[in-house]
């Protein structure tokens, strides 16, 4: 009973083409076929949970998109490990791919710097304490070191919030793989080594935390390049944003001039929305 209905045919509720036996890709109210689910956003992530007239809507939007790509003349690239940043300055716009030279192939979303609502790095880090194999008799154990030493490992994930109908961010990685810091031993201090009883475990034990304290990991040059990597990125899209909005501000403290409905004047609008001749309120016909 519980394959029941698992190999009756089924049809794109998109397309109409007929889905095969692995194709499927379920909606809330219907099903999909892979074709037609490769063409949604990749920051997309709500299929399941989308109407087969929210994935066509999405699909009509995506067609437009592939226009703006054919629009989109590359003035700048950011280049990470695998992603890729390019900048249409000119247009004020942005997209992320992965191959700058396949981008009408992959049609990725074409987002304006005024739909830009946040953006941001995190930094993942993760510590491993390394141990030595010592023998036991027959057995082989594990063992820390003395003082301790640890491995860190930092992930850099960049995050772009966006105003957009389908998604509402971008993340994608700077560094393929995890930048690599392993922490320098610190001599054990007099009277420190193994055997010296509880005092030499207490001053090993300090060691230790003084060697993970002092492990700064803007020594790292890696780790410093993808910082400053993530820091490009900011000042790319930020520095797009105040353009975008001290134009706006501009354009809103400029004075509005017009004729006045009333008495056929050319005349500058007052602050309150009215003509600086004879007084009509004029804000809702210029």
């Known amino acids: ?49 989308s109407t087969v007239e929210q994935i ?10 592939q226009k703006a790509v054919e629009n989109f003349h590359i003035t ?14 000119d247009a004020r716009k942005f997209i992320l791919t992965r191959d700058p030279r396949r981008i009408k192939e992959e049609n990725p979303d074409v987002i304006s710097y005024s739909d830009i609502t946040g953006c941001r790095v995190d930094v993942d880090e993760d510590r491993d304490e390394e141990k030595k194999q010592v023998k036991n008799g027959d057995r082989t154990e594990y063992v820390s070191y003395n003082p301790p030493r640890y491995t860190y490992k930092y992930a850099f994930k960049y995050i772009i919030n966006v105003n957009n109908p389908y998604f509402d961010d ?3 990685d700077l560094n393929n793989t995890r930048v690599e810091i392993k922490t320098i031993p610190t001599a054990a201090p007099t009277g ?5 009883g509880l005092l030499g475990d207490i001053l090993n034990a300090a060691a230790g935390a003084t060697a993970a304290a002092a492990m700064n990991p803007h020594n790292n040059p890696e780790y410093v390049k993808y910082e400053k990597l993530g820091e490009e990125i900011t000042a790319a899209l930020t520095g797009a944003q105040n353009i975008i909005r001290e134009e706006k501000e501009a354009a809103n403290a400029a004075p509005k001039i017009g004729i006045c409905p009333f008495c056929g004047a050319q005349t500058t ?4 929305g009215k003509c600086e001749y004879c007084g009509g309120y004029i804000a809702e016909q210029i």
Request: hydrophobic residues 40%; glycine residues 8%; positive net charge.
């Open 1 to 49: 009973m519980a394959f029941f209905g698992l190999f009756d045919k089924k049809n794109c509720a998109i397309c109409g083409a007929e889905i095969g036996l692995l194709g499927n890709r379920k909606l809330e109210d219907g099903n999909c076929c892979k074709s037609c689910a490769a063409k949604l956003s990749p920051w997309f992530d709500e299929r399941r949970h």
């Open 56 to 65: 066509r809507e999405q699909l009509a939007y995506r067609e437009e998109n």
């Open 76 to 89: 700048r690239t950011i280049a990470c490990d695998r992603w890729n940043v390019l900048l249409d300055e």
């Open 170 to 172: 971008m993340r994608f």
């Open 192 to 196: 420190a080594k193994s055997g010296a």
């Open 269 to 272: 609008v007052t602050a309150d």
